[in-house]
Antibody, heavy 116, light 107 residues
């Protein structure tokens, strides 16, 4: 089971750090993702990180502002979000990749609201 | 970057109907496509992976087909629990991309 935390109301230009903790599988064996969903909108892939953190990818919309990381010893995934904008307002899901790449487990999501 | 386009955006159907949703990729993704179901306020759920493989525990009325750039998700006989929004996603390459979603609603 994946549990996200850290969502909050933050002002434009502010920062926030999201966390995702695994409680049920061999976290260190899987690549992980952040996927977001703005209110009433579709799913948007944000970032992916490989099992050993060697490979990291970002959507253009967050590149240079967001940083993904993980701590396998603590079974945790993180998303450091800086220079937040109103358009970053969304529910942020952490999600697990199978080795082939499909996403099979999702957390319940955490809401980030960027507003003055 | 690969773009994913779903059609239709909204689909009105009745219980028992056969429903088909189409997803097109802007370039070939071979069979690296997944389908997800999402209900309001819930996380997405994996239905189909590698275009046509049914995820464990998913009812057999769901099926997927296609390869290259054109894919379909079919619900053989729509059940009340199936009214939801469906998304395709390519995982051939980064950046990953989702389709814009298809909402299946009561006719």
């Amino acid at each position: 089971q994946l549990v996200e935390s850290g969502g909050a109301l933050v002002k434009p230009g502010g920062s926030l750090r999201l966390s995702c903790t695994d409680s049920g599988f061999t976290f260190s064996s899987y690549g992980m993702n952040w996927v977001r969903q703005a209110p009433g909108k579709g799913l948007e892939w944000v970032s992916s990180i490989s099992d050993s953190s060697v490979y990291i990818y970002y959507a253009d919309s967050v590149k240079g502002r967001f940083t993904v990381s993980r701590d396998n010893a603590k079974k945790s995934l993180f998303l450091q979000m800086n220079s937040l904008r109103a358009e970053d307002t969304a529910v942020y899901y952490c999600a697990r990749n199978r080795p082939a790449g499909e996403v099979d487990y999702w957390g319940q999501g955490t809401l980030v609201t960027v507003s003055s | 970057d690969i773009q994913m386009t779903q059609s239709p955006s909204t689909l009105s159907a009745s219980v028992g109907d056969r429903v088909t949703i189409t997803c097109r990729a802007s370039q070939s993704i071979s069979y690296w496509l997944a389908w997800y179901q999402q209900k309001p306020g819930k996380a997405p759920k994996l239905l189909i992976y590698t275009a046509s493989n049914l995820e464990s525990g998913v009812p057999s009325r769901f099926s997927g087909s296609g390869s290259g750039t054109e894919f379909t998700l079919t619900i053989g006989s729509l059940q009340p629990d199936d009214f939801a929004t469906y998304y395709c996603q390519q995982y051939h390459s980064y950046p990953r991309a989702f389709g814009q979603g298809t909402k299946v609603e009561f006719k």
